[in-house]
């Protein structure tokens, strides 16, 4: 039932768009001795090979973090980069580290990771390349609202679907307000797509409608391929970390010529 890959997309201008703030914001988190909760929806297998057929049918990667690295767009000691180095010490010149990698290697080992993955080979595969996270075999939703209020309190969720039921567009301002509520002092970041026939609009309009005082965040990029309807990448942060603006601001240079 579930059909999307991330392989194809890994490193892609969206996930390097995404994959800046996440780093960002756990960098931030981390500032502070305490121990914290990291939580993810969505998490995916964890490990992409950029230089496997997926990667290379789609060459999404080579304009996103092949291109972004050998162009210097984030400077040296961004807590992306930094995560990338531990993964590639590791895995080699090829590999890129989806979400929970990049949350295993800017986070501590008292901290509290929940990752929960629906498809089966998904999950197999990053049962493979964690270390000290907690899998969820189960709907990320599902997994979220049983875990809120997580202990330790201080945290972050990150929400990033692969849009793939239609019905996410809809359940997700309700889903997120429910999560806010329960769990009032926790960083809820939503990945989204902007899509050329505006289909994330009324989903946006509900978020913003419900949280006035959240971040949104949204850089443009060209088409992958023609045809392609994704023409950029969306975060919309509740309860965003002081000082985000900086890392935005940079990220909107970044993707202006783009
Ligand atoms: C966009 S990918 C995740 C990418 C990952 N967050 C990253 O940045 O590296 C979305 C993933 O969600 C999984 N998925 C789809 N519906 C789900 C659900 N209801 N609960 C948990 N996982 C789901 C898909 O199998 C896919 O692996």
């Known amino acids: ?44 297998r964890g490990l992409y090979d950029l230089g496997g057929d997926a ?32 993964v590639r010490s590791f895995y080699g010149p090829d590999a890129y580290p989806g979400s929970p990698l990049i949350a295993e290697a800017l986070l501590r080992q008292d901290d509290s990771l929940h990752l929960a993955e629906l498809h089966p080979t998904e999950i197999a595969a990053l049962e493979h390349v964690v270390l000290f996270s907690k899998l969820h075999h189960q709907d990320g939703f599902a997994m979220a609202n049983a875990l809120c209020p997580p202990t330790p309190r201080r945290g972050m969720l990150l929400i990033d679907p692969s849009f793939e039921v239609k019905a996410d567009y809809e359940s997700l301002p309700p889903f997120i307000a429910k ?12 990945w989204y797509p ?23 965040h949204e850089v443009h ?38």
Do not use: C
């Open 1 to 44: 039932m579930l059909s999307y890959q991330h392989a194809f997309h890994a490193g892609n201008l969206a996930d390097l768009h995404k994959h800046a703030l996440l780093a960002w914001m756990l960098d931030y988190l981390t500032a502070k001795p305490k121990p914290l909760t990291y939580m993810e929806t969505h998490s995916g």
């Open 55 to 86: 990667a290379r049918k789609t060459g999404e990667a080579e304009a996103g973090i092949t291109r972004a690295l050998a162009e210097g767009w984030l400077p040296q000691g961004h807590p992306l980069l930094r995560a990338l180095e531990v």
């Open 179 to 190: 999560i806010a509520k329960k769990w009032n002092v926790g960083i809820i970041a939503l």
């Open 194 to 216: 902007l899509l050329l026939d505006g289909r994330h609009g009324p989903m946006m309009h509900a978020l913003q409608e419900r949280f006035p005082e959240a971040l949104r």
């Open 221 to 258: 990029f060209r088409p992958a391929r023609e045809g392609h309807g994704m023409i950029g990448s969306g975060m919309f942060v509740v309860n965003p970390p002081y000082g985000i603006e900086a890392e935005t601001a940079r990220l909107d240079k970044i993707f202006a010529p783009l």
